[in-house]
Every structure is written in C-alpha cells, then in structure tokens.
C-alpha cells in the first residue's frame, strides 16, 4: 500500500496490482484520509476494527413493506420512495419493531478504487440479538457485496427477529471489509497454517472447504448450561447500551440432556457455543459460513466475521469459543454433540493489524465460552 500526497496534496491511495489480502486497521484509515470511504462526519473511537470498519446508521429511518434489491441501474433512495410506509427520525433514538422490515442510510458511503471490492456482514452483537440486519449499494443484485469501484452510498436494512430494539444515529450494527484480490487460503496453505499454529483444538480437524466447527452440546461445566433459548414479548433492547439487562428477562437457559441432543423448535431463536476452540493469528482473518449450503434445516451464523486475533494465545484469547447463533427453518431439527455446524474459511491479511482482537479496549468477546451479546449482565 502507498499513501502519497499528489499535486493538490490529497493523498493518493494505491495497492500493488497483484496484491491478495484483507485490509487492516492502517489501511482502512488511510483510505479515509484518501477519500475512498467517506463518513458524514469523523469516525469515533475503536470505529475502525483489526480488519473491518463500523458503519454507523444515519439520523432517518424508513419503514418499507418489503425486503428488496435495487439491482442494476435503480438506486436504493428510488426503491424507498416507492416502498416506504413511513419515514421517522433516529436522532433521539426510536424503536424498530419486530419482523417489520426497515431501511436506515448509512453515514458512510464509498469510492472505491477499481482494484477494491466490499464485504458487509452484521456485527457479533447484533447476530446474537438476533437483529438481522444486511448491507444495500447502489445497483446490486445481491446484500452485503459491494462491488470494486462502487461510488454511492450505503443502507442498513433492519428486521429484527426477536426482541424489539432502540437504535440510535450512530448505532453500529454492520462492519464492513475490504479486500483486494484473492484472499482465501487455497487447501494445502489452510493444511500447512492448521499444522503451524492449530486452528481448532482438536486432533482430528475437518479442513476440507474450510475448518469444521461443531457444536457443543455436553453442558458448562459451572452450570450444565447448553445454551440460551431467546423468550418472545420481552421489553426493548438499546443496542447502545452494554451489560444492562438480567439475562433472565430476555433468556431461558438450556440444560444438558444425558444423550447430548438439543431439539431445535422451528421459528425459535438459540445461542450456543462450539465444541473447539478455535483461533485466528495475527495475518489472517476468518468467516463462519454454512457447512453445507444444501442442508437448509438450520441456518448457524447470521455474524460471521472473526478478527484476526480472535482466540489467539498472544492476544490473551486462548480457549476462546465461537458462538453460534442458530435457527430452525420448517421441522423441529435434533442437533447432536459434536455435529458439524460450520465451517471457518480463512483469508490473509494484506498486512498485519497494528491492534488484534482482544488488544484493543472494547474487544467484548475475546477468550469467551458460551456468551450473549455484550447487552447482558452475567
Ligand atoms: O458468529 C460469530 C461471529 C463472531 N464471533 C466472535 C469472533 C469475533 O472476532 C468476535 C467479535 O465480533 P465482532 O467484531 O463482529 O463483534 P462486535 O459486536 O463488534 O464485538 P466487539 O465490540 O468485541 O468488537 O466475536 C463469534 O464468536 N461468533
């Protein structure tokens, strides 16, 4: 990466054009300073993540009957118009209600350079609120990619699933990456990085499409506890607002059953926890993805970022788990112990991260067991 200042002294940003990587922290910040990503107004503290940026809801919501993609051609703002119910103000904060479906502008829009493209995805704490939310540009046919070379804004859909939520201008519930080139580890570099520094915690790791994470289901063993079923009518959660609910007014605990089997209810929401731990050095960042996009009875992962150093010894994260936000479709679905639920694909970084996960102020889930969102008191 070079960050130049050219004739006007604005600075230029370029990459080598055979670079493959994530962008860290720096480079994200220097693309601001370049003017590639463009906030309304500066960004605030612990904004910019080891490998992703926060992207903060503007001050209007709207309100639209239904989900939608611009597709090519059409912008977001022309859908709105068309589909919107009404429109309503973030400024001092407002309730988004559940299973409505809600489009916010994003105080960060985009110019990227030809060789740049964009991935978006919910943050860990708003997946375990079960607040689905994803990313529109301009022009897309599909959520959360924005495409190299995109200059236009960004939207926030918003439907949360379970619990009513207070958002506010500024609330960040979606973090986006960017990356050049090709970024995921081919086989035989996700084998050889596996045999250095071992990803998951167990002898006889699943590599193949990426490494397989399973579910525990064996019980804590402070607790027996399993994992958490989300209970329906509660009150409002502000997303804004860290460790100031009982876990017991939005949450029953799950205890172990002696067969390790856990039937999941069609429609309901769960957070449980992987059998592995499992980490990410330094260079390299992962994503949680289906372990096979063909079994659709279940859906793991609505947030599937994970930071590099996520669970990383030197980062103070060894024996950190990945928790698992999880839903059945149609059918009531008996998971077992031990049963596949994803896969983690890794993908260098371009550079190494001035700060890891776990080594910034804020990291709220490093070195983690079986958690719920930073919203809970333990
Ligand atoms: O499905 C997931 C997704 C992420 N993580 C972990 C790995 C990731 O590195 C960490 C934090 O994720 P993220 O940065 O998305 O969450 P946040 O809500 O911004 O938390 P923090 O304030 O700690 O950064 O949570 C999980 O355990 N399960």
């Known amino acids: 990466m070079h960050l130049t200042p050219d004739e006007d002294s604005r600075l230029t940003f370029t990459v080598a054009p055979d670079a493959n990587g994530i962008l860290p922290d720096r480079m994200i910040a220097a693309m601001a300073a370049a003017g590639l990503i463009l906030p309304a107004y500066d960004f605030v503290e612990s904004q910019i993540q080891p490998a992703s940026l926060d992207l903060r809801l503007g001050d209007i919501a709207y309100r639209v009957r239904a989900s939608f993609l611009p597709g090519p051609g059409a912008t977001v ?6 589909l ?3 429109e309503f ?11 409505c479906v809600y489009i ?3 105080l960060e829009s985009l110019a990227l350079p030809p060789e740049i493209v964009a991935a978006a995805n919910p943050k860990s704490s708003t997946g375990r609120l079960d607040v689905f939310t994803r990313v529109i540009a301009d022009g897309t046919r599909r959520f959360d990619m924005i495409g190299a070379g995109y200059h236009g804004p960004l939207y926030a859909e918003i439907s949360p699933k379970t ?6 201008e500024g609330s960040r519930l979606s973090q986006v990456r960017f990356r050049t080139g090709d970024a995921i580890l081919n086989p035989d570099e996700l084998d050889a990085l596996h045999a250095a520094e071992r990803l998951v ?23 027996g506890f399993v994992g958490y079923r989300a209970k329906r009518h509660t009150g409002v959660v ?3 607002r860290r460790a100031g609910y009982s876990v017991d007014d939005f949450w029953e605990p799950i205890s172990a059953r002696p067969d390790g089997s856990l039937i999941l209810d069609p429609g309901e929401f769960y957070i449980l926890a992987s059998k592995e731990a499992v980490q990410v050095p330094p260079d390299y960042a992962a994503e949680m993805v289906p372990f096979d996009p063909l079994v659709g009875e279940f859906r793991v992962h609505y947030a599937g970022f994970f930071d590099p150093g996520f669970g990383y010894a030197g980062a103070g994260g060894l024996g950190s788990r990945a928790v698992l936000e999880v839903r059945s479709r149609e059918v009531p679905f008996i998971l077992e112990h031990g049963q596949i639920v994803g896969r983690l694909v890794y993908e260098k970084m371009l550079a190494r991260p001035d700060a890891m996960y776990g080594q910034r102020i804020g990291s709220n889930y490093q070195a983690q067991g079986l958690k719920l969102s930073k919203h809970f008191r333990v």
């Open 89 to 99: 103000s973030l400024a001092d904060g407002a309730v988004l209600e559940t299973n």
């Open 163 to 168: 619990f009513p939520v207070l958002v506010s």
């Open 84 to 86: 919107k119910l009404h």
């Open 238 to 240: 502000d997303v804004d």
């Open 104 to 106: 916010v502008p994003l």
């Open 77 to 82: 703002a022309e859908r709105i118009d068309e």
């Open 201 to 223: 915690d167990i002898d006889d790791a699943d590599l193949s499409g990426g490494v397989a994470v399973s579910v525990d289901l064996s019980g804590e063993k402070s607790n």
